[in-house]
């Protein structure tokens, strides 16, 4: 069972082409929230993974939606980082297959909880070149692209292509001498920018998506000065991680948005 998108989605109007068609599966009420891109290689080492998992975590926290491939390595780790209602991928497939299979239980919690899409009528099987344009749409609906790790010609700096092109922002993970040989030279040209402070970069990024909509039922619940303990009843598992984050404080047994 799917359906068909039936409205414009402004973001993918910065496409070379806008889709003809885009089906779904899930709550297509995500795509009106702001949205974070994040790409990266197949095979992140194990820096990037727990970087891109905690990353993805805290954006979502702060009324990001995260929006990737599915497929394996940092894409399916930015999805779990998220938590699946925070989420939205875009496949390179028919909705139906649920590719790769290694994540279609992933795909499938997503579609559950979160929010599939795929601008491919079902049972078309995933190609090389429907990869190139599954990349376009993940960029498209993004504010902005981050890239967690990446290797010259791959997939991921396609992505970056599309970016430039969109005049979207980039932003990567600082990496070691031998690591992530594309991402340090889009340092190094100047085309992307490094996040050395995650909590800095998440405080800033969800503002940003503060200005243009309104705030997450937790964030917005936390702004009208809650009583802890009573804020922990309501939301238990978003009301610590959230103040491990710093994006809420504690003081006088009251809770308040930083």
Known sequence: MHN???????ELSS?????????????IELLRQPKISIVGTRRPNPYTRAMTFELSKKLALSGMVIVSGAAAGVDAIAHQ???????????????????PSANAELIKSIESRGLSISQFECGFEAREWSFVVRNEVVVALGDLLIVTEADHASGSMRSVEYALAMGKPIYVLPHRINESAATRQLLAE????????MDRFVAFISQQGRNSIEDTPF???????????EAVVKFPNEIFEAELSGLIEVKNGRVSVL
């Open 4 to 10: 068909e998108i039936s409205f414009s989605i402004p």
């Open 15 to 27: 496409m070379k082409h806008y889709p003809e068609k885009l089906y779904y599966r899930g709550n």
């Open 81 to 99: 980082g998220a938590g699946a209602e925070n989420t939205i991928a875009v496949l390179p497939c028919g909705i139906d297959l649920r590719y």
């Open 190 to 197: 100047g085309k992307a920018t490094a996040i050395d402070d």
């Open 219 to 229: 964030i917005a619940y936390c702004r009208t000065n809650p009583i802890y303990d």
